[in-house]
């Protein structure tokens, strides 16, 4: 366990403080829990109340905050940044597994290993995938044919990459998360049948990416779906063929976003979002919760759509009327001229 | 194959009948579809009219069906609750396999297995873990360091824990479920690149709970994600960070729960649903599906949300006029005033 | 690498062509990025001014756009269908992996392999179950006891079928799929608890269907939950239990199906849909993305339902006029009666 003076964090975390510059610190936890020893944070001053019972050896305030505050605190204008940081003092590379190949790993021909990687039990690896320095592959996943992943990325346990797939370096991906199955793409024929169309593209993923448990994103028909550096994708999303996501843009779970379509640098999309196939989000675009989208957005903003849970038996009189609301509008029209006119 | 009379069907389930005490049933069916040998059941009245042509040898009903049906009856006034403890007599606990670690099983220092749990093949279960009797865990299954799975519980094949995941006694995971997975966190750097939060808490189950297929529950930023006793969660559904599901709630497929959400006890949730993080829902809420929650809901009732599927023509114009409901209302209030006035 | 002229192209896919007949093609690419040796094509008109500047050998096109166009093209009335046969000729079949049964592999008593089979390391398959002739199953999938999987289906990587699953020939199962888990029933008992309703029936599955990865389908309580031939389900899909899904029906990715409901055939439904459990859906309806359906659907034609994303400082008024939409009505109502009486 890690002890860490005040002092110290402020150094590591490019901080000032206040208070015991001596007072030692070995873990973090919340506001109301943190006890002694514990270093805590609020970075939203709406939760400013909390701190005058709070029992942690040290608070991560920003300026303001600390100057009300009496106990010690590790002071910094970006509260969460620096909270993120310390989060990373006290808990990062607490891995301590040798490199090895697990001996029921199964590796396909003409693979290439770096000697430091971590292949867990059950993996399999096929011919001609490249694995890069400091990669860690979890119990069972499966890396297809000529898959290759960048520099200390890691693979929680039961990831399926099929075949051609590319991850960058510094990339999470976690459990469940499907990369590069078959588009959804069929042609139809004339007795009403389906003809599948091969996808014959693949997954390219960048740089510092996280793709959450349980997450698809499906290979491309022809070319490349992309998931470009720094995206980072919760559980449960659906990412169709040729999808294009741009730099920095984050995506809650549950997001279905069809095939085809370009999503910008920097967009903020929450969870449950429907974003129909073929149409492209401008940069730095906010999509909040829940909403549809069917057309492409082209300048930066907030969008929503959807209507807000009220009790059943007011919503079912409203959404009543909502199937009757072009007429409603007529007759305003109507009314509306009668007077005017 | 079990044969059980009527007389002795009626006592262990705690029920009176009708009819031949000694018609003999070995196995369970749909109304339209029992035969000779088969046991039935009729729970919603609207069904009645299925009872004249059935063939089940017994119908399980309640004693006002029972009163005009002429064959044989099982008779309780819990007819659904009583099938479910007739599927119990007939078909629980038909697993013989016999308590083993699987020889392709792969078991880290320092685990604890109770004599009888069955460990299947390809299972990888990590360092200071501990099962407990009677647990299955079924193929190619993952357990991460330091998890406890208690007593009876089942994890059926392809089910992936992270470490520090606790479940307790009598629960039942489903195939691809993902447990204790990194929580949906980053700080956003000056550069608009972000820091990821590391996510240093865990995931606590309780007793008795059910989890669906491919659902995924995320582990707690600081703390605990919490699913408590009798919770039964179905498909591809979605827990975020520092959520606390309460007693007996239940939640049906791809529903979404964004982090810290509190939900209570006894709620029912339908499938589809998106409820915001940092929002609590009171005991006993009715949610029905696919409704947006975006605001704490402190009173019992049902609630709603979202707009009724219609002939594309229509909605068309229904929702172009959404985007001018506004606009439509003060219409209506100028033209109220004017009459008014 | 495949070489084939055009004059061959057109034989093998019942095409005409115009230009160069001794032309070599030996890949597929888009329009845009199609260069030397290699075909692309045209399907809808509105990219036809794409085609001056395409570098392809070969345009598929049909015969109005070949008329227009001075390069060689493989002319056919259904681009998009003769497309997908190109792409067959050029990279269906490519896999030479020689059948096998990895050594890896646990197979059960009393299991059927056909001799050409490919079975991948850590595959489970339970016993009772029966492989026919031309199947692959990739690595770390489970199957359990009592299912048959038909000729030519391919099984991919971490696929899990539960007991009794049927599956027939020509059909895909992407990775991450979980077929015939319990369905979600539950009774209620008088303490708020709730008892198991044990999902004793089973999932069959036809012929040339497709299942998207991480989709989900349940077992019947009792009886069967059906997909049927040329069924096509994308991803992140959720099937209830006792569902039925009639020929040629394809579902985008995210759609839930709740229990028992009935869908017809030649259906086409959209992403992040959500169906109701217990109504049918008729044959040849489509359903747009994101719509809510919550009562049967009796007529053939196009539905939807949902509002449409708008700046979310227009949609705060709007939805919350939305919640008064019924007191609206009624004022208009009033005001009409009131101007025209």
């Known amino acids: 366990m890690k002890q860490i003076t005040l002092e110290k964090l402020a150094e590591l975390t490019g901080s000032t403080f206040s208070g015991n510059k001596d007072v030692e610190i070995s873990s973090v936890a919340s506001i109301e829990k943190a006890g002694q020893g514990q270093v805590s944070f609020i970075s939203n001053p709406k939760y400013k109340k909390l701190l005058k019972d709070s029992q942690a050896s040290v608070v991560i305030l920003d300026a303001d905050l600390a100057s009300e505050y009496k106990g010690n605190s590790l002071i910094n204008n970006e509260p969460y940044l620096t909270f993120a940081k310390v989060l990373e003092v006290f808990y990062k590379d607490d891995d301590s597994r040798p490199a090895e190949i697990h001996p029921r790993a199964v590796i396909g021909n003409n693979v290439s290993i770096a000697e430091d990687a971590q292949i867990g039990p059950n993996v399999v690896i096929s011919k001609g995938t490249i694995i890069a320095a400091g990669v860690k592959i979890g119990a069972g996943c499966f890396i297809g044919e000529d898959c290759s992943v960048g520099e200390r990325t890691t693979l929680n346990p039961n990831v399926t990459l099929y075949k051609e797939t590319r991850i960058g370096r510094d990339s999470i991906i976690h459990s469940g998360a499907v990369i590069g199955a078959d588009g959804f793409g069929f042609a139809l024929k004339k007795d009403k049948s389906w003809l ?25 028909a022809l070319g490349v779906t992309m998931i470009c550096d720094d995206v980072k994708l919760d559980n449960q999303i659906q990412i169709g063929h040729n999808v294009h996501i741009d730099k920095h843009t984050v995506i809650a779970g549950g997001t279905m976003v069809g095939g085809s379509t370009s999503i910008g640098k920097r ?25 549809s989208v069917i057309k492409s957005i082209s300048k930066l903003g907030v969008y929503s759509s959807g209507t807000i849970a009220d009790e059943n038996r007011k919503w079912r009189r409203n959404s009543a009327r909502f199937r009757k609301l072009d007429e409603m509008a007529k007759t305003i029209n109507k009314l509306k001229k009668h007077l005017d006119g």
């Not at 967009?267 to 909403?291: E, L």
């Open 196 to 220: 599948k169309i091969l996808q014959i593209g693949r997954v390219e993923i960048g740089n510092t990416v996280e793709v959450g448990a349980n997450t698809t994103i499906d290979r491309a």
């Open 267 to 291: 967009c903020q999309i929450g969870g449950a979002v429907a974003i129909a196939g073929h149409i492209s989000i401008a940069d730095d675009v906010v999509i909040t919760g829940k909403t």
